[in-house]
Antibody, heavy 121, light 110 residues
């Protein structure tokens, strides 16, 4: 059974870097040709796709976040990472890591439980 | 404001049918598959439908997806109290090269 688990600080100061890790168990991030994604949800708001990473390291980013965003993958640790710098209160959200149901489908059937992140001084 | 437009809320009585629409354009729904998600409060979204009309294993056949032109529809028949949730559509936008989600629709089962 494939599981995803987000981890990282729940509180980040304005202008700092938000860093989250998604640990994958039950499957290898380098098998199956999947894209691994980050998605967030601000309080009371809808879903926002942040971006994804392929096991070879190629990425696709949400254009509105691209200048502040870095998504990385470590196949040896079976993890992928979100780095969002220069954060503001608008980045306060629950951050989910997710995997698509089949290669290239970009429909997400596997989700972590979500990591709530608050940006505040 | 999302590229994909959903009604903020829909409601119907138990046992009835409800439809949730997701309107987009030629660069997203018009030329790509659509997915539908159900989100209960405090939980991660759950994929219901992918490839526009394929039901995920374990999803009741009361849920069905369809598409016409640049709009997609999620239909739920035989409504149950447990179907009360937020529903989101999602698809790839070829012009923006991004995954897009609709703004979400809150379903109330009266």
């Amino acid at each position: 059974q494939v599981q995803l688990q987000e981890s990282g600080p729940g509180l980040v100061k304005p202008s700092d870097t938000l860093s989250l890790t998604c640990t994958v168990s039950g499957a290898s991030v380098s098998s199956g040709d999947f894209y691994w994604s980050w998605i967030r949800q601000a309080p009371g708001k809808g879903l926002e796709w942040i971006g994804n990473v392929y096991y070879r390291g190629t990425t696709i980013y949400n254009a509105s976040l691209k200048s502040r965003l870095n998504i990385l993958i470590d196949t040896s640790k079976n993890q992928f990472f979100l780095r969002l710098n220069s954060v503001t209160a608008a980045d306060t959200a629950v951050y989910f890591c997710a995997r698509e149901i089949e290669s290239g489908a970009l429909a997400f059937n596997l989700w972590g439980r979500g990591a709530p992140v608050t940006v505040s001084s | 404001q999302s590229v994909l437009t959903q009604p903020p809320s829909v409601s119907a009585a138990p046992g009835q049918k409800v439809t949730i629409t997701c309107s987009g354009g030629s660069s997203n729904i018009g030329n790509n598959h659509v997915a539908w998600y159900q989100q209960l409060p405090g939980t991660a979204p759950r994929l219901l439908i992918y490839d526009t009309k394929e039901r995920l294993s374990g999803v009741p056949d009361r849920f069905s997806g369809s598409k016409s032109g640049t709009s997609a529809t999620l239909a739920i028949t035989g409504l149950q109290i447990g179907d009360e949730a937020d529903y989101y559509c999602g698809t790839w936008d070829t012009r923006l090269s991004e995954v897009m989600f609709g703004g979400g629709t809150r379903l109330t089962v009266l």
